[in-house]
């Protein structure tokens, strides 16, 4: 329930970190770090898995405006093929927190991997997006802004239903990559066609 969603410390400038687009096969993965006042409260706050798309296009501007600080960041998919999705993923929180015009005393991580940054503490948080205000908050603005990112990509590679499966491996997405080949957003290190597209290459 979104209204159970707590501060991990109630006195420590804490910033949220997640990120979105992990597992696609095109576009940036996105990461957002939020620092929100001990006593933000939205009831329509939780893991953005959870809310709808205009939930969230709802929540974004509240975020930004109550957040004590907030930062996106964006990782190409060049990047994210040099240097692995996790990789991509924790370079991506590392930049946003640098972006946050209040240095955060904790962060709190989504997921179980992280590389210390700055001398700042960190814990990582299995689903912390569904346990934490903050985690959430970084959760809907990194949805929210690769979503629109891949809406504006799909005006230019309209062929590909971005503006619908935002780059995921959907059926739809991969028949397109295997009738018109890869884009530059593609990551060309993931699997683009599925095990049965590439049986019809051998």
């Not at 957002?32 to 898995?49: E, Y």
């Not at 990509?153 to 397109?176: I, S, V």
Request: proline residues 5%; charged residues 25%.
């Amino acid at each position: 329930m979104a209204n159970l969603l707590s501060n991990y410390h109630k006195n420590t400038i804490e910033a949220g970190c997640d990120e979105a687009g992990r597992g696609c096969l095109a576009g940036p993965v996105v990461a957002a770090a939020v620092i929100l006042p001990n006593d933000f409260h939205h009831p329509l706050l939780d893991d953005s898995k959870k809310l709808t798309e205009k939930q969230r296009d709802m929540l974004r501007p509240v975020i930004e405006s109550e957040a004590i600080s907030f930062a996106v960041s964006f990782i190409s998919p060049q990047e994210i093929d040099k240097i692995n999705i996790l990789n991509a993923s924790i370079l991506g929180m590392h930049k946003a927190v640098d972006q946050l015009t209040t240095r955060p005393e904790l962060l709190l991580i989504d997921g179980n991997r992280f590389k210390p940054y700055d001398n700042i503490e960190h814990v990582c948080i299995i689903k912390g997006d569904g346990k934490f205000k903050s985690i959430a908050a970084a959760s809907v603005l990194a949805k929210t802004y690769r979503d629109e990112y891949m809406m504006e990509l799909h005006t230019e590679f309209p062929a590909y239903n971005w503006k619908k499966n935002k780059g995921y491996p959907t059926k739809d997405h991969r028949e397109a990559i295997q009738l018109n080949g890869e884009t530059p957003h593609h990551r060309l290190t993931f699997r683009l066609l599925s095990e049965s597209q590439l049986t019809l290459f051998d």
